[in-house]
């Protein structure tokens, strides 16, 4: 196949031809790329959905976790919670004394602390 080249004539046209349809074409391919990105930006906006969902999810598991510090007390089958009399023992070895109670107070707590490795 053999090629011949263009004359300025020819090559004025064409100028002109793609200079008076440059907004058509521009259009034409703008409403391509849009016709092309719908679908993908129905999926970026259902993801975007789903991280929203995980991200609430996990600020409530957040505010429902133990963390370190902690108060926590323990609740018997019998529905009552076990507590450490006048807040437990003040001198190592000494032994703590356990009690029942309906309610806890603060200085009957338990606090949560991180165990060594």
Same mark, same amino acid.
């Given at each position: 196949?053999?090629?011949?080249?263009?004359?300025p @004539? /020819?090559?004025?046209?064409?100028?002109q031809?793609?200079?008076?349809?440059? #907004?058509?074409?521009?259009?034409?391919?703008e409403? $391509?790329?849009?016709?092309?990105l719908?679908p993908?930006?129905?999926?970026?906006?259902?993801l975007? @959905? /789903?991280?929203?969902?995980?991200?609430?999810?996990?600020?409530?598991l957040? #505010?429902?976790?133990?963390?370190?510090?902690d108060? $926590?007390a323990?609740?018997?089958a019998?529905g009552?919670l076990v507590?450490?009399e006048?807040?437990?023992?003040?001198?190592?070895e000494?032994?703590?004394t356990?009690?029942a109670?309906?309610?806890?107070?603060?200085?009957?707590?338990?606090?949560?602390e991180?165990?060594?490795r």
């Amino acid at each position: 196949m053999t090629t011949t080249p263009l004359t300025p @004539a /020819q090559i004025e046209w064409l100028t002109q031809w793609f200079a008076d349809r440059r #907004g058509e074409i521009h259009a034409e391919v703008e409403q $391509i790329m849009a016709d092309a990105l719908s679908p993908l930006q129905a999926q970026v906006d259902a993801l975007q @959905a /789903q991280v929203a969902t995980i991200q609430e999810a996990l600020t409530v598991l957040d #505010g429902a976790a133990l963390k370190v510090g902690d108060p $926590i007390a323990l609740r018997a089958a019998s529905g009552k919670l076990v507590c450490a009399e006048e807040g437990g023992p003040k001198i190592d070895e000494d032994p703590f004394t356990f009690v029942a109670r309906s309610t806890v107070g603060a200085w009957e707590s338990f606090g949560t602390e991180r165990g060594q490795r």
